[in-house]
């Protein structure tokens, strides 16, 4: 696998709390579900050393939420929580298996060229077009870009090598510019904040760990929740 430390959204950074703040009141415990589950995913991967091993606890998620749809959740808190708050709002347990298969992208290529991290980058990042349904996100919220250049932009931070973190930071970039060069709705504006976030981080040199909860970063998240820019 090449990547290691792998943190998803980030659990329990200040900041994803400030943004988790703009989503809607009906939406937001779908949305903390969601990211759940890119946690339990992200764990998977930074605690499997065997590639063999992860694919096959990978195929277990794709196949759980599968079964979503036909089946009561098992008495998994990330299930049971997507079983609970997605569901009821339109969004099927299939709908999310594509996330996984982003994910195992890291476990199946021992090396990750363009077209892996594009590939990455597109299942990993389903997760906001996902989260848009359940927020009830506008049609014209860039929910594709914006997932991807998140997915990417957090990746390249915890790549071991060097030109492959290059290489996800360079596909993040026009991604992030194109989802946040338009105004995002007020349902959909919680998924902006998050790639606004996505953006900065692109901005600390490689290596160094973004100053979360930096002034102008806070800053840069009230403005986007006041205008959606």
Same mark, same amino acid.
């Given at each position: ?44 991967? @930074? ?12 195929? *277990? ?40 298969? #982003? ?10 060229? +363009? ?5 990455? #980058?597109?299942? +990993? ?56 060069? @338009? +105004? *995002?709705?007020?349902?959909? @504006? ?12 692109? @901005? ?15 800053? +840069? ?6 205008? #959606?820019?």
């Amino acid at each position: 696998m090449g990547a290691t430390g792998m943190t998803g959204a980030s659990g329990g950074n200040p900041e994803r709390a400030l943004a988790l703040s703009y989503a809607p009141r009906a939406g937001r415990a779908a949305l903390e579900a969601l990211l759940a589950l890119d946690d339990a995913l992200a764990q998977l991967l @930074r605690t499997t050393r065997e590639p063999a091993l992860g694919q096959l606890r990978l195929a *277990w998620w794709r196949e759980a939420l599968a079964r979503l749809d036909s089946e009561a959740a098992p008495a998994e808190p990330v299930l049971q929580a997507l079983a609970r708050e997605m569901l009821p709002k339109g969004v099927r347990g299939a709908s999310l298996v594509p996330i996984v298969h #982003g994910w195992e992208v890291l476990v199946e290529e021992e090396a990750l060229d +363009r077209d892996a991290l594009r590939r990455f #980058g597109e299942g +990993r990042g389903g997760l906001f077009v996902v989260a848009g349904t359940a927020m009830g996100a506008a049609p014209s919220d860039p929910l594709a870009a914006a997932g991807q250049g998140w997915a990417l932009a957090d990746l390249a931070r915890h790549l071991r090598a060097p030109d492959e973190a290059a290489e996800a930071r360079d596909i993040a970039a026009p991604l992030l510019k194109e989802a946040l060069s @338009r +105004r *995002w709705s007020r349902n959909g @504006r919680v998924l902006g904040a998050f790639a606004h976030l996505a953006r900065l981080d692109l @901005r600390v040199p490689a290596g160094e760990a973004p100053p979360v909860g930096a002034p102008h970063r806070v800053g +840069r998240l009230f403005w986007h929740r006041l205008t #959606g820019r």
